[in-house]
């Protein structure tokens, strides 16, 4: 068993588990913390429960006017990562074929040219996003290990991506096997080595943000306060 | 989060403890708060910092200290250690160390000092994170430590003894005589059966007679059966600013049990920001189910009078702004009915720069305008308010709260401004028609 072997077989089949059963576990662990239910009578008039947590979540989308001066930047650099690291992710055409081995899922590709936008998108939005982590007095304080790990983990797969990137991904995927088999296997691990890390880290907050702005959405309806 | 090893800057402790009690009081209280929703809290920050430039401390002062998430920073670690899903790997490989008792000191100037519990910060974190209400209840753990400011420590001390931290109960029939006599008012008193349980702020018993009575000349204008009651009769509770479950219990039944006990259907509450967060929204938790008695702040009842036409106020001229008191606003649901009234008396309004939900705090909000030793702090953050009034050109400031009214007047004698902010209920009474 060669390197991609490994990281094909036996290192994907760990990395996913511990995806799976990691956050599986740290979402069950906070949703079965004890309830404290709210006794006091809603407001007349007020949303519902459900209408206030997804009028919240909707509303967290975008920083409000008062607020919007200051966390412009982070709002706009936040979603040009997002997006652009989920086109990269599910756009790109190896990618598909990688996903459709593993799951029998497919879907049509993005052209490259987007795809190497979006990349180059996401790594700029992630210097970005560090430069402002290490230079920022408020998130130079805030800031602990998992910032750095998770950073760190984000950028290490992008990067070896764009390190085996050198025909357009129709030839790629024509040939049917790789010729660069030593880099794609340090692809593949540093993409593992994010899935292993997600269920520990900030990453959670793709789950979580639902959770948690949904919760203080419901605290503020029940009040009469339209989040 | 930087964990640096500073020493205390300020703080003050209370009993004879061993550091060792007091660390293990506040775990176990931080503990007993890690419910499903405050859990999701702790677990969802992603540290972007955005909470800081909501937070008034950090505006005033551009002190990163001050960043709103970092004030939980002891009540976090404690959650990862001994409640998180992963526990017992952070203990097991030291990922996150034990809140020490220097720690607990350290961060009482900014659970206490420099935190109004105002929210603003919930409303700027993406994550919908409430942070006000985490800071309660971290608060709860410093005053199980006896780590409060000595300050708001007497006050309870007070309230624990008097039931009130204005005067004892006893005394509440001739201060009620006393100030019905100076304003010509009828006010009842220990009545054996009413339908409404009238309750005071601490203010109302002493500087600020007025407003109780001006409550009681609408009061009797419409013709219910009100009464006054020695056996609960201050609503503003000096245990939720705290952390003093016990105390907050404790005035809490006060009021609801006396209430039930002459048949009230209702317990009005005064123009008080945390009396109303503590029985309107916490009450209820010390009985297991929904209250017998409805519990209404002075604005909802003013803006109900109007509405039915139970009372009529004549008009009154010129251009007003209005402060949004924080837990009757923001964590209260009554921005539109604080509007409605002042549309009633026909008042220009013209709104401050940052107003409703978002408005800042006065800055003395959450017990800070009791703690002198804040003094200092709280006179910077009441400029970004000052300010803001100045911008309206508005010739009345008016608010709907006691606490922010004597923050806003402490804080324009300090700077020498001469704005005298109004209560709405006292522009209600002084212009009763009819």
Redesign the interface.
Known sequence: MDLLDFARGPALTGALAIFVLGTLWRLMGVLRRPRMPDLSPPRAGASSNLAGAMRAIVRGMWPRKEFRQTALYTAINGYVFHIGLALVFFGYAPHIAFIHRVTGLWWPALPDWVMYLAAAATILSLLLALLFRLTDPVRKMISNADDMITWTLIFLPVVTGMAVLSEPSATVLARGHAIYPGPLAVHLLTLELLLIWFPFGKLMHAFLFMFSRGATGMRFSHRGVDL | ??TTAQLPSSFDQQGDQSDEARVEAALRSFVSE????????M????????C???CHF?VATGD??Y?P??KLEPFRRTYLRE????APLMRAFGLVRKTNIADLQQWQELLYDSCTMCGRC?????????IA?LVKEARHGMFKAGLVPDRLALMDRTARQWGSTATPGDDLPDILAEVAREHGVEIPCDLEAADMLVTAAPAELGEHTKALADAARILNRIGVKWTMHQAGFDASNIGFNNGDLELQEKLTRALIDTAVKIGAKTVLLPECGHAYGAA??????W?????PV?IIHMTEFLDELIESKQIRVNKISGTATFHDPCQIV??????AAARRVMAALGVELIELE?HG??GYCCGGGGGVVSNQRAAPLRQKVFEIKRQQVDATGAKRLITSCGQCLITLEIGAKNAHWDKRAESLLELVADNLAG
């Open positions: 989060m930087s890690f419910g499903v929703t405050t859990a999701l809290h677990e969802s920050c992603v540290r972007c910092g955005l800081a430039q909501a950090h990163a200290k960043t998430i970092r409640a998180s899903p992963f919930t409303l700027a974190c993406p994550m919908g994170i409430d209400e309107r929204w916490e009450a209820a938790r009985y297991g189910q929904a209250l409805r923001r964590r209260g649901g009554l921005e940052n939900l978002t």
